[in-house]
């Protein structure tokens, strides 16, 4: 059951960066068609704002991707000396500390959400960018990373229950072993 979830949340991930990736090309699309049209005398004006928030939005999706990719960057000095037990043990310790990090992140983040809305706040550029258009899609990020690093703790938790801890390293561990067990 574990691993079908994890894999179940993979193949959400690998939609949710397909659609990041469409976006931000079509940032890098704008950007490009501003650039041009500067050299006939005239631009779209704000593509640097844009580009801004797009990456804001990808960074924010972008990690639930990179965490099940074993992507997140870890210093694995003492897991890489232990057992499999062991590395399951320090696996596990890492993603509560991340869930943990994750969850209060997007927590702190509502506040920031609520108040554009209640303020109907608009950025101090020349576009007038409603902030809540941009920060609602970045919250959605955040808080998907936290449910998604939560759900995988679960899994890896409940796979150590089970005794089953080296099934854990194909979503848990560090990317540098997943190459060396290949």
Same mark, same amino acid.
């Given at each position: /059951? ?5 894999? $179940? ?24 068609? %501003?650039?041009? /049209?500067?050299?006939?005398? +005239?631009?779209?004006?704000? =593509?640097?704002? &844009?580009?801004?928030?797009? /990456?804001? &939005?990808? *960074? ?5 991707? *990179? ?8 210093? %694995?000095?003492?897991?890489? $000396? ?8 320090? %696996?596990?310790?890492?993603? !509560? ?25 608009? #950025?101090? !550029? =020349?576009?007038? +960018? =409603? ?5 609602? =899609? ?7 990373? #936290? ?15 089970? $005794? $089953?801890?080296?099934? !854990? @390293? ?6 540098? @072993?997943? %190459? /060396?067990?290949?």
């Amino acid at each position: /059951m574990e691993l079908t979830i994890i894999t $179940r949340l993979r193949a959400i991930n690998k939609a949710i960066a397909l659609l990041v990736g469409i976006g931000l090309l079509a940032c890098a699309g704008f950007v490009l068609l %501003d650039i041009v /049209m500067r050299q006939i005398g +005239t631009s779209f004006g704000g =593509p640097l704002e &844009i580009a801004g928030y797009a /990456m804001a &939005i990808a *960074t924010s999706w972008g990690m639930s991707f *990179t965490l099940l990719e074993l992507g997140h960057v870890r210093i %694995d000095l003492l897991r890489s $000396r232990a057992a499999t037990f062991g590395r399951a043990l320090f %696996d596990l310790f890492s993603m !509560t500390v991340m869930s943990g990090v994750v969850v209060f992140i997007a927590i702190k983040a509502w506040p920031v959400v609520e108040r554009s809305l209640s303020n109907g706040s608009r #950025a101090n !550029t =020349p576009l007038e +960018t =409603p902030l809540a258009l941009v920060q609602l =899609p970045w919250f959605a990020g955040w808080v998907c990373f #936290a449910i998604m690093s939560c759900i995988t703790t679960l899994a890896a938790l409940s796979l150590i229950v089970k $005794r $089953r801890a080296s099934e !854990t @390293e194909s979503f848990v561990g560090a990317f540098a @072993e997943q %190459d /060396m067990l290949q």
